[in-house]
Nanobody, 113 residues
Framework: QLVESGGDLVQAGESLTLSCAAS????????MGWARQVPGEEREPLGY???????NIREFVKARFTLSRDNVKRVLYLQMDNLQPEDAGVYYC?????????WGQGTQVTVSK
């Protein structure tokens, strides 16, 4: 099970850190990622991080978003800086390479101008 938290209403230019707590063995030895779904669009991947901490992040958020993980606590993080209204949406954490793929329920991020 994956449970996201940390979504909030922020003003443009502010920062926010999302967390994703994993239960069971989903997290162990598994690449974990974040995706978001903005209104009216398909869910899009933002990036992922390997168990060793190697990060692969999409270019359009690379300058502002940071992925990290705590393998002991089994928590995945997404730090988002300089948030803009177009970043508003529901943010999901998910596993990669597992069968089935696991997704959290999402956490809402709202950015006001």
């Amino acid at each position: 099970q994956l449970v996201e938290s940390g979504g909030d209403l922020v003003q443009a230019g502010e920062s926010l850190t999302l967390s994703c707590a994993a239960s069971g063995s989903i997290f162990d030895n598994t690449d974990m990622g974040w995706a978001r779904q903005v209104p009216g669009e398909e869910r899009e991947p933002l990036g992922y991080i390997t168990p060793e901490g190697k990060v692969n992040i999409r270019e359009f958020v690379k300058a502002r978003f940071t992925l990290s993980r705590d393998n002991v606590k089994r928590v995945l993080y997404l730090q988002m800086d300089n948030l803009q209204p177009e970043d508003a949406g529901v943010y999901y954490c998910h596993s990669l390479g597992t069968s089935p793929l696991f997704w959290g329920q999402g956490t809402q991020v709202t950015v006001s101008k």
